[in-house]
């Protein structure tokens, strides 16, 4: 019994063992190995990206500046200054949108907190820089990822259900409601 042992020892057989498996393996698969920049493996349905803010296709902005995305987020990315339209009191508009993505979880409770839906998770996720202040984004380029990522827009909602747009006091352009 020693004398097998001493030969194991001798031949180095668990190493010996361990590599007949390594090349069964080796010989028996095929490599799973992607060539990144040129083949990209398929995002799942549910992935959350980039955040974007989003436009009617009239190219007018989704955001009415409610401040509830600001609210929403549990890491305080999100800033937003807003103003209210001149001339008419009722409506409001986001004056400035920032965004600081270095500190953003992707949790996408601020997409689910909009009541406009005018913000939107992209796919994109290859956001590497050199200067972590290139992602601190402003509205312009928010817009414009919105642009990239979501070519295909809705239409106003006054446009959509134009039993709104009777009940909305905000335009006093439109007929009123015939009683």
Same mark, same amino acid.
């Given at each position: 019994?020693?004398?097998?042992?001493?030969?194991?020892?001798?031949?180095?057989? @668990? /190493?010996? +063992?361990?590599?007949?498996?390594?090349?069964?393996?080796?010989?028996? *698969?095929?490599?799973?190995?992607?060539?990144?920049?040129? #083949?990209?493996? =398929?995002? =799942? %349905?549910?992935?959350?990206?980039?955040?974007?803010?989003?436009?009617?296709?009239?190219?007018? @902005?989704?955001?009415?500046?409610?401040? +509830?995305?600001?609210?929403?987020?549990?890491?305080?990315?999100?800033?937003?200054?807003?103003? %209210?339209? =001149?001339?008419? =009191?009722?409506?409001?508009?986001?004056?400035? *949108? *920032?965004?600081?993505?270095?500190?953003?979880?992707?949790?996408?409770?601020?997409?689910?907190?909009?009541?406009?839906?005018?913000?939107?998770?992209?796919? #994109?996720? #290859?956001?590497?820089? *050199?200067?972590?202040?290139? /992602?601190? /984004?402003?509205?312009?380029?928010?817009?414009?990822?919105?642009?990239?990522?979501?070519?295909?827009? #809705?239409?106003?909602? %006054?446009?959509?259900?134009?039993?709104?747009?009777?009940?909305?006091?905000?335009?006093?352009? /439109?007929?009123?409601? @015939?009683?």
């Amino acid at each position: 019994m020693k004398i097998k042992e001493w030969i194991k020892t001798l031949t180095f057989y @668990e /190493l010996l +063992l361990g590599m007949k498996t390594t090349m069964s393996h080796l010989l028996r *698969y095929k490599p799973i190995t992607i060539q990144y920049p040129h #083949e990209k493996k =398929p995002l =799942p %349905e549910n992935y959350r990206g980039m955040l974007a803010l989003l436009k009617y296709d009239d190219e007018t @902005e989704k955001c009415v500046g409610c401040d +509830l995305c600001e609210a929403a987020c549990p890491s305080r990315v999100i800033r937003v200054v807003s103003a %209210e339209v =001149p001339g008419e =009191p009722t409506k409001r508009y986001s004056k400035e *949108y *920032y965004m600081d993505m270095t500190r953003c979880l992707f949790c996408g409770l601020c997409v689910q907190a909009c009541p406009v839906d005018a913000l939107g998770m992209t796919r #994109e996720f #290859e956001w590497a820089v *050199y200067d972590k202040r290139n /992602l601190h /984004l402003n509205k312009q380029q928010l817009l414009a990822i919105g642009d990239r990522a979501f070519p295909v827009r #809705e239409k106003r909602i %006054e446009f959509q259900h134009p039993n709104v747009a009777h009940f909305n006091v905000a335009f006093q352009s /439109l007929p009123q409601k @015939e009683s």
